[in-house]
C-alpha cells in the first residue's frame, strides 16, 4: 500500500506523476476528507467512480450520515456494487469489503483498473487429456483456469484516507 514505491518498473522518484495520493486522517472521518480526497484525484486527471472501505469505516460513514439526514438507506449501483451513498456531484458507491485494511478508505477510479491475462479461460491438459475420470464414481471432471491480476494505468488517479476512526 505504498505510493511511491516502484510499479510496474516505473520509479515515481524519476516521474513524480505517477506518485498517488496517501492522506493519513488519523481521526474522525468528515465529508470534507473525503470531498479533498475526490478533488485530489480529479485535480491529477482521475474521476473517482467508487470508493471501497473496511466494515469498521462503512460504520462510521453511515454514522456520519445518520447525523446529517433524515434517511439513510443502501442504493445499488450500475455495475452491481450496493452500498451507501456519497454525493460528488454525481453518486459515488461506497462498497464495503471485509478483506479492506481497517482504516482504510480507497478512492478508486473504475475506469483506470484494468484486468490483465495472458488467455483466456482454458482447459487444464497437463497430461494431454482435459477430462480426467473420477476413481470409483462414474462421472468425468475437467478443470477450466485462468490467471490474472488487476493493474492500473493511471497510478495517480487512485487515492486512499488512512488512519480512520472505525465505529
Request: proline content about 2%; glycine content about 10%; aromatic content about 12%.
Amino acid at each position: 500500500m505504498m505510493n511511491t514505491g516502484i510499479l510496474y518498473g516505473i520509479d515515481p522518484a524519476a516521474q513524480p506523476l505517477w506518485v498517488s495520493t496517501r492522506n493519513a486522517i488519523g481521526g474522525v472521518l468528515t465529508e470534507l476528507q473525503m470531498i479533498a480526497a475526490c478533488d485530489t484525484a480529479r485535480r491529477k486527471g482521475g474521476k473517482t467512480s467508487v470508493i471501497f472501505t473496511s466494515l469498521g469505516v462503512r460504520r462510521a460513514y453511515f454514522n456520519l450520515l445518520t447525523q446529517q439526514r433524515r434517511f439513510v438507506q443502501t442504493k445499488e449501483f450500475t455495475g452491481g456494487f450496493q452500498g451507501l451513498a456519497f454525493n460528488y456531484g454525481s453518486e459515488i458507491p461506497v462498497v464495503e469489503d471485509v478483506d479492506c485494511p481497517a482504516g482504510h478508505m480507497f478512492f478508486v477510479d473504475e475506469s483506470r483498473v484494468k484486468k490483465y491475462r495472458k488467455r483466456e479461460w482454458y482447459f487444464a491438459d497437463d497430461d494431454g487429456n482435459v477430462l480426467k475420470w473420477v476413481k470409483d464414481f462414474d462421472k468425468w471432471e475437467g478443470l477450466a483456469k485462468q490467471y490474472w491480476e488487476l493493474g492500473t494505468s493511471q497510478r495517480n488517479a487512485h487515492v486512499v484516507n488512512t488512519g480512520i476512526t472505525e465505529s
